[in-house]
């Protein structure tokens, strides 16, 4: 199976900076990678998909870029909602799978 | 609007089994792939199992294969998880989750609230 390694695992900022996470494959996904935010409590929230693509609704302060094994999840202006756990998932093997999570902290 | 509403959660002892169930509304259920999703208890997200549109295609995580089934009735709008041989690291919540499009691209855009299974003796 596909390997997703999430760094950092803790992410401190303060609201305004810019945020950029890291997603790692342990073989090529091709573009075939998402990202979701998780706040405590509440269920997953797709953000991006297919290493770049919005979801619906998304705000255009997130972005994602990236290939092959090495993806990166940015928010160029962190806002107080910010504040999470995101998790990288990849589609282009069975099984799927998901990273272990970078937390979002407020510093 | 669209909704998931999972049940079917529960305690039950290590080797039993439960069969879990979400009721899918505000959209064409027939038409998207479905996912089931597991997170433990302060543990992070894991895949547990995918079924195409038509039911024709079904995936499993290798932690649940050979234990668990997943299904799908197209005229109730409902999804499934039988799970047997029950055992403690099961333990999680189980979130149902929709297809962000009807091509199969099994990313999740639509999350239930998800339903808590405990296996404990």
């Known amino acids: 199976e596909i390997v997703l390694t999430q760094s950092p695992a803790t992410l401190s900022l303060s609201p305004g900076e810019r945020a950029t996470l890291s997603c790692r494959a342990s073989q090529s996904v091709s573009s075939y990678l998402a990202w979701y935010l998780q706040k405590p409590g509440q269920a997953p929230r797709l953000l991006i998909y297919d290493t770049s693509n919005r979801a619906t609704g998304i705000p255009a302060r997130f972005s994602g870029s990236g290939s092959a094994t090495d993806f990166t999840l940015t928010i160029s202006s962190l806002e107080p909602e910010d504040f999470a756990v995101y998790y990288c998932?990849?589609?282009?093997?069975?099984?799927?799978?998901f990273g272990g999570g970078t937390k979002v902290e407020i510093k | 609007e669209v909704q998931l509403l999972e049940s079917g959660g529960g305690l039950e002892q290590p080797g039993g089994s439960l069969r879990l169930s979400c009721a899918a509304s505000?959209?064409?259920?027939?038409?998207?792939?479905m996912t089931w999703v597991r997170q433990a208890p302060g543990k992070g997200l894991e895949w547990v199992s995918g079924i195409s549109s038509g039911g024709d295609y079904t995936y499993y995580a290798d932690s649940v294969k050979g234990r668990c089934t997943i299904s799908r009735d197209n005229s109730r709008n409902t999804l499934y998880l039988q799970m047997n041989s029950l055992r403690a690291e099961d333990t999680a919540i189980y979130y149902c989750?929709?297809?962000?499009?009807?091509?199969?691209?099994?990313?999740?855009?639509?999350w239930g609230k998800g339903t808590t299974v405990t296996v404990s003796s």
């Open positions: 505000g959209f064409t259920f027939s038409g998207y792939a």
């Open positions: 989750a929709k297809d962000v499009t009807t091509l199969g691209y099994y990313y999740m855009d639509v």
């Open positions: 998932q990849q589609r282009s093997n069975w099984p799927l799978t």
